[in-house]
């Protein structure tokens, strides 16, 4: 799994101590990014009648869920285990096959695991929702809906997030396990550990848009989540629906 919680920080000073011969410096430090909520990513919500902007009262929850029994039962998409490439060729088939309209429930199970490969198939489900108009995603969660499983449930739009009785979602900052060799002209060493906390401040940026988004329309503030997030956050259904995370429990 690649995250962002373990950090490397080398100073110029640092640098300039270790320059001769080979060093493996590590310094671990805890950060965390309190910029402004990013852009928003979220799947468009466009069927029924729903805005993605304004929540769903219990009623049309109901009758959501009602009006789609086959569906839910049913699912469209079913992913578990790992977040990997072989889940996304996985999800790439099953929507390839998925039904054009009406309400298309997509099911997960994870633990965690890639948090791109997560973006990549949140990201699928966005152009799909904007592609298809007249078809509604729904997210399903099911036992556990951990890291990168969190990461692609803030993709869609609090309306379209349900999760099974006793399902548990788990919220964390990434994690990077690297060690950086520092040896040659100071400038050059300079170069490597820039490229390194470039790395580590776009992965922060990255992470802190999917957790504004999970956070959207919820009574979670985007400074509670990144305060919370480096713990690991674990959320029970019935708290996740009280918070306004998801839409209801089935």
């Known amino acids: 799994m690649v995250d962002i919680q373990t950090l490397l920080l080398v100073e110029a000073p640092t640098l300039a101590r270790f320059a001769c011969g080979q060093r493996w410096l590590t310094s671990a430090i805890h950060a965390s990014a309190h910029s402004p909520p990013p852009r928003n990513l979220l799947a468009p919500n466009v069927f029924s009648g729903f805005s993605g902007s304004r929540p769903m009262t ?27 490439h072989a889940m996304y060729n996985n999800f790439r088939a099953q929507l390839a096959r998925a039904k054009l309209q009406g309400v298309m429930v997509m099911e997960l199970s994870t633990l965690g695991g890639d948090p791109e490969v997560a973006r990549m198939m949140g990201e699928d489900v966005r152009f799909q929702s904007e592609l298809y108009p007249e078809r509604r995603i729904v997210f399903l969660g099911k036992a556990a809906v951990y890291s990168a499983g969190a990461t692609l449930m803030s993709f869609f739009a609090r309306e379209n997030r349900f999760v099974t009785r006793g399902a548990r979602l788990m919220i964390h900052e990434r994690i990077m396990m690297k060690s950086l060799q520092i040896s040659g002209p100071l400038t050059s060493c300079l170069a490597s550990v820039r490229a390194v906390l470039n790395e580590l401040e776009q992965s922060i940026i990255i992470q802190n848009e999917g957790f504004a988004n999970l956070v959207s329309g919820s009574s979670v503030s985007y400074e509670e989540v990144l305060r919370r997030a480096p713990d690991n956050w674990y959320i029970e259904a019935e708290e996740a629906r009280s918070l306004g995370l998801i839409a209801d429990i089935l």
């Open 58 to 84: 219990t009623q049309q929850t109901d009758s959501l869920i009602k009006a789609n029994r086959q569906a839910f039962a049913s699912p469209d998409i079913v992913l578990h285990g790992s977040v990997d």
